[in-house]
């Protein structure tokens, strides 16, 4: 069957714009039907006895691990170490006895993410495979295999799967957190709602891609762009740098903002825009005190931010784009959208294949 692009100039476009409705769809198939309670095939593990969860994965999949990593420690306490699948799988680290290996990917077929399953298998863990493709391998060959629900993601630039995974794996820290006693039905409830209101919200983020892709024909036109985020928005700036490799060829970094001094400052002149994922979270003060590093060195920083962010920093900044107000743990969805609309308009405004990078593959499974 031939993928419709509707009424978009790209399956990219189309993507980024389904955000909303596939994040509902997915949440839906993760929600029990009165609302209440996480409902996942991942409940049968008993998550009290489980020492650590491993989770691997390559590319954006790896970053949506990040964002679930603060979600499942701060929701549900439990520890989580992250893995680039290329590197786990020969490292052979050991396992906890007990242990837990999730492995993470669109496609379910990314050799070195498969190989990195059949490792952890090996090594006696309980294995997961989040995928979107439920007939892929890595489905088939995990003990338990947990859909992402985000339908046929052609762009080979990963957006409505990224947003999916991080939905789903927050879902997931949910139902943990219940299982673990560290929170009750009303907390569990409580968490629910937050996800529940993340459609909206990312529906509200799409509506400002005019502004957005304003600032994006601005960095085009840059030869280096940097991306800067502390907690949830690092691993927000790793994916928002990736995206604008992927389909501009322009050179970018993503950075947490507490580590520009020990390097990348350096490459900061006044042609480098600086990109600063900035709610005012608790760590907003922090990355107000990095954007003004920035800013001292003629960087010019291009904000994005929500109504009280943008406004301690205006007159500072090159340039800013207001985002609604979201709770901490939401604001990833929103600050997806707004990375993948930089590289979406920065790609149109260089005139690069946007569905078909070069020398990119939707799916990796040779090494
Ligand atoms: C390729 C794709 C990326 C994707 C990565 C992992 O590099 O171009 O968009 O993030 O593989 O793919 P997976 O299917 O395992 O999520």
Redesign the pocket.
């Given at each position: 069957i031939l993928a419709d692009k509707g009424q978009h100039r790209h399956f990219m476009a189309k993507e980024i714009h389904e955000q909303p409705s596939v994040i509902a769809r997915a949440l839906g198939a993760w929600i029990s039907e009165d609302r209440t309670r996480v409902s996942c095939a991942a409940e049968a593990i008993d998550w009290r006895a489980v020492p650590r969860l491993t989770i691997v994965?390559?590319?954006?999949?790896h970053y949506a691990s990040h964002v679930a990593k603060v979600w499942i420690e701060r929701v549900a306490r439990l520890p989580v170490e992250i893995e680039i699948a290329s590197e786990f799988r020969y490292r052979e680290p050991p396992l906890p006895r007990g242990g837990v290996t999730m492995v993470v990917?669109?496609?379910g077929?990314?050799a070195d993410?498969l190989a990195a399953l059949r490792y952890a298998k090996a090594m006696g863990q309980t294995t997961l495979g989040l995928v979107n493709v439920t007939t892929s391998t890595i489905a088939r060959e995990a003990d338990v295999a947990l859909p992402i629900h985000a339908g046929p993601e052609i762009g080979?630039?990963?957006t409505k799967a990224f947003t999916a995974m991080v939905l789903c794996l927050s879902a997931l820290a949910v139902m943990i957190a219940r299982q673990r006693g560290v929170i009750d039905a009303a907390g569990e409830r409580a968490r629910l709602d937050l996800l529940s209101t993340v459609p909206r919200l990312m529906a509200e983020t799409i509506a400002l891609e005019p502004q957005i892709e304003a600032l994006a024909r601005e960095i085009s036109e840059a030869g280096d762009a940097l991306f800067l985020g502390r907690g949830l928005m690092y691993p927000l700036a790793l994916e928002g740098a990736l995206k604008l490799k992927e389909i501009t060829y322009m050179h970018a970094e993503g950075y947490a903002a507490g580590e520009i001094k020990h390097g990348p400052i350096a490459l900061v002149d006044e042609t480098t825009p600086v990109i600063a994922l900035a709610p005012h979270d608790a760590l907003f003060d922090k990355l107000a005190s990095n954007m003004r590093e920035v800013i001292g060195r003629k960087g010019r920083v291009a904000m994005i931010g929500d109504a009280d962010a943008c406004a301690e920093m205006s007159g500072e900044v090159w340039r800013s784009v207001t985002l609604p107000r979201a709770d901490p743990l939401v604001a990833p969805f929103l600050y997806a959208v707004a990375v993948q609309f930089i590289a979406y308009h920065a790609a149109l405004a260089k005139g690069t294949d946007v569905d078909q990078p070069r020398n990119?593959?939707?799916?990796?499974t040779v090494e």
């Open positions: 994965a390559c590319g954006t999949a990917s669109q496609s077929e990314t993410s080979v630039a990963s990119l593959a939707k799916s990796v």
